[in-house]
């Protein structure tokens, strides 16, 4: 349900000019980041290609917090190791440059250091991996290379594949965007296969039901809410946007211990470049309305060191970008925390 900007003037007088309404959507003036009660032990966090790289950048690092990860052409933490050409060479096209055991070390040390937490919640968690047959831009061997990384750590049954979908580089659903096998703006593929339906129900343990169609008027809420609030103190660039997007399930309104699930969009996929078109048409609010899980948006913009709005898997906010002391991971589990609490 949306009300008229003009609505959302008249309660901003009745507020002393905190415009803290969810139905303030549309208005100049985003609400703050709501508190739902949702269960901590059942967050979970996903995305494509840079926000691959994000999810499981944030399931590693603050692995004590998060129970699962779906991700999309992408390839194992640490990467790029803080270097843009490490991450255009070896993490998306050269896969065989990649040394997983200096992957695997770094992670062991950084836990050791508590820079991340340990490895154990990790190794306890779910991971559900996809790379299309047709993706150009994310070689096979890359996401092969996250799956040992994952197996590594995890039983093998928890970490699941799917690399059958003849899908390019992209976001790929049951119902919405181009053809499967292109790449091309908006990088959202019809490949009918609800990408966020199987991972969830990964994550979730099988326990999940399926939306019985996508692609309709949604009965929840969804709303913009206000980043800046939850950025922690940063010099520089963070490259994160003012405004984030949250769906509020029905179920999930006014009644504590749902699910919180996370999103992380692509490069060029943000709201700066595709508005609200990515969580309204990628398919997780169907199955967050089917099963009360809270699915948050948050959104990168583009800076001088980060022209595509990508998330930060390679260092352009600062060295730490990988740690729990990142930028990008502490405004996430801020995120967790309100949601959370
Ligand atoms: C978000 O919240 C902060 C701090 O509460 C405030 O200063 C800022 O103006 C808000 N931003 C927007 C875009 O409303």
């Known amino acids: 349900m ?14 002393h000019g905190e415009c803290q309404w969810w139905w303030c959507e549309g208005s100049e003036d985003p609400a703050l980041l709501g508190s739902y009660q949702a269960d901590s032990n059942e967050v979970s966090v996903s995305g494509v290609s840079s926000g691959g790289y994000m999810a499981i950048q944030m399931h590693v690092a603050y692995s004590a917090s998060i129970m699962g990860s779906g991700i999309l052409a992408a390839g194992p933490y640490h990467c790029a190791q803080g270097s843009v050409l490490t991450g255009l060479d070896a993490c998306m096209s050269n896969p065989e440059e990649i040394v997983l055991q200096d992957l695997i070390d770094f992670t062991d040390t950084s836990a050791t250091k508590e820079d991340i937490d340990a490895t154990t919640n990790f190794a306890s968690g779910k991971t559900w991996l996809f790379s299309g047959l047709l993706d150009t831009a994310v070689h096979r061997g890359v996401v092969v290379a996250l799956e040992d990384y994952c197996k590594h750590y995890m039983p093998l ?36 296969y609800p990408s966020p339906y199987v991972l969830m129900n990964h994550i979730y343990e ?23 609030e939850l950025v922690p103190e940063f010099v520089g660039s963070t490259s994160l946007d003012s405004v984030g997007y949250i769906y509020v399930p029905t ?33 997780y609010n169907e199955v967050g309305e089917e099963n009360d899980i809270i699915i948050v948006y948050p959104q990168v913009t583009s800076s001088l060191g980060n022209p595509m709005g990508c998330w930060d898997w390679w260092g352009y906010t600062d060295s730490n970008y990988d740690l729990k002391s990142g930028v990008q991971l502490e405004f996430i589990k801020n995120i967790i925390d309100r949601v959370t609490s």
């Open 206 to 228: 099988g326990t999940l039901s399926k939306p019985a169609s996508y692609g309709g008027a949604m009965p929840g809420d969804m709303t913009t809410f206000n980043q800046t």
């Open 2 to 15: 949306k009300l008229p900007v003009i609505v959302c003037a008249v309660l901003v007088n009745t507020v």
């Open 157 to 192: 049954a928890n970490v699941m594949t799917e690399y059958g979908i003849p899908a390019g580089h992209a976001m790929i659903t049951e119902h919405y965007g181009s053809v499967c096998s292109t790449e091309q703006p908006p990088y959202i593929n019809d490949c009918d």
């Open 251 to 283: 179920g999930c309104v006014s009644t504590p211990g749902c699910k919180l699930h996370i999103v992380f969009h692509g490069c060029l996929q943000g709201r700066n470049v595709l508005g609200e078109e990515y969580a309204l048409n990628t398919g």
